[in-house]
């Protein structure tokens, strides 16, 4: 048993939040929040969580629609991963990101939650759709460390630690994590809470064997054909993968892992997107 104050904790975000990587559509999604409300339910049976992270949203998306009813669930924490959507699209405006990020966590602390958020990782030694998106991803740290410092919100910084990069905390879309990789993240979120015993989180995994140029462009090129063709071909028409789906768990309930949670998608066509595994939250 794990002593801390929470009693309510609503989880708001993209993908990453809602669990894609950990899991798919037919056994249910896991991700760092569920670890996360795990860890913290852990001897406390008045503990209760929600998640309302949509996949494929924008961070404007997730000011509009999961803000409001986040505050209206009078949650006592909340975690905010936001921004991972805007990064890789073009026409990326740090400043109004930030902006909508920064307007989540003053209404939150307001409101008496205790307030958590994630920076972002060094993406590019990830998935070759982020190599060139560094500078965008220091920016809009920085900004967001910011932000998080004028209202008090805790930072899990994943930008500093190596590990966060390595390809194993990956899914095989490479914009994703992985089922260690949300593991990872929840334990570093535990650790940033004040939780003990996660202080370990950011250590390193054991060296992989050097792979050679010609096996690397290999890789990328068939995660080019399985992921990234598909991913620009529904950025061209205007779709996204979160059209037409609903939050995970859009009620503070008590924890318990669920067996299966069935997709919250109206239509086969995002049945069939969500089966494919599309990078982008």
Same mark, same amino acid.
């Not at 924008?58 to 669930?73: D, S, Y």
């Not at 924490?77 to 740090?94: I, S």
């Not at 190599?131 to 900004?143: E, H, I, S």
């Given at each position: 048993m794990?002593?801390?104050?929470?009693?309510r904790y609503?989880?708001?975000g993209?993908?990453?939040t809602?669990g894609?990587?950990?899991?798919?559509?037919?056994?249910?999604y896991r991700?760092?929040?569920?670890? +996360? *409300?795990?860890? %913290?339910?852990d001897?406390?049976?008045?503990?209760?969580y929600?998640n309302l992270?949509?996949r494929g949203?924008?961070?404007?998306?997730i000011r509009?629609?999961q803000l409001g009813?986040a505050?209206a669930?009078?949650p006592?924490?909340? $975690?905010?991963?936001a921004?991972m959507?805007?990064l &890789?699209?073009p026409g990326?405006? *740090?400043?109004r990101v930030?902006?909508d990020?920064e307007?989540?966590f003053a209404?939150?602390?307001e409101s008496?939650?205790? &307030?958590?958020?994630?920076?972002f990782?060094? %993406? @590019?030694?990830?998935?070759? %759709?982020?190599r060139?998106a560094?500078?965008r991803?220091?920016?809009?740290?920085?900004?967001l460390?910011?932000a998080?410092?004028r209202?008090g &919100?805790?930072? %899990?910084d994943?930008?500093? =630690?190596p590990?966060?990069?390595d390809?194993r905390l990956w899914s095989?879309?490479r914009?994703h994590?992985g089922?260690l990789?949300?593991a990872?993240i929840a334990s @570093?979120?535990?650790? $940033?809470l004040? +939780?003990p015993? =996660?202080d370990?989180?950011? *250590?390193?995994l054991?060296?992989l064997a050097?792979v050679?140029? +010609?096996?690397?462009?290999? @890789?990328?090129?068939?995660?080019?054909?399985?992921?990234?063709g598909?991913?620009?071909?529904?950025? +061209?028409r205007?779709?996204s993968?979160g059209? @037409?789906?609903?939050a995970?768990?859009p009620?503070? $309930?008590?924890w318990a892992?669920?067996h &299966?949670?069935?997709?919250h998608?109206?239509?086969?066509?995002?049945e069939?997107?969500?089966?494919?595994?599309?990078p982008g939250?």
């Amino acid at each position: 048993m794990t002593t801390h104050p929470y009693t309510r904790y609503v989880a708001i975000g993209d993908s990453q939040t809602e669990g894609i990587g950990d899991g798919d559509d037919l056994h249910g999604y896991r991700g760092w929040a569920d670890r +996360l *409300a795990e860890i %913290l339910a852990d001897g406390h049976p008045d503990f209760t969580y929600a998640n309302l992270a949509v996949r494929g949203k924008v961070t404007a998306q997730i000011r509009a629609e999961q803000l409001g009813p986040a505050l209206a669930l009078k949650p006592d924490l909340v $975690t905010v991963m936001a921004g991972m959507n805007d990064l &890789v699209r073009p026409g990326f405006d *740090a400043e109004r990101v930030a902006g909508d990020i920064e307007e989540m966590f003053a209404r939150l602390t307001e409101s008496g939650a205790r &307030v958590a958020t994630v920076t972002f990782p060094d %993406l @590019g030694k990830v998935s070759p %759709l982020a190599r060139r998106a560094l500078p965008r991803v220091l920016d809009l740290n920085a900004r967001l460390c910011a932000a998080a410092d004028r209202h008090g &919100v805790a930072v %899990l910084d994943t930008f500093p =630690h190596p590990v966060t990069a390595d390809p194993r905390l990956w899914s095989l879309d490479r914009m994703h994590a992985g089922p260690l990789g949300h593991a990872r993240i929840a334990s @570093g979120m535990a650790c $940033t809470l004040g +939780l003990p015993g =996660h202080d370990d989180w950011a *250590a390193p995994l054991p060296r992989l064997a050097p792979v050679s140029a +010609l096996r690397t462009a290999s @890789g990328d090129a068939r995660w080019a054909v399985a992921f990234l063709g598909p991913w620009a071909w529904r950025r +061209l028409r205007g779709r996204s993968s979160g059209d @037409g789906r609903t939050a995970k768990r859009p009620e503070p $309930t008590p924890w318990a892992r669920p067996h &299966v949670a069935r997709p919250h998608v109206s239509g086969s066509q995002g049945e069939a997107e969500g089966r494919a595994g599309f990078p982008g939250g």
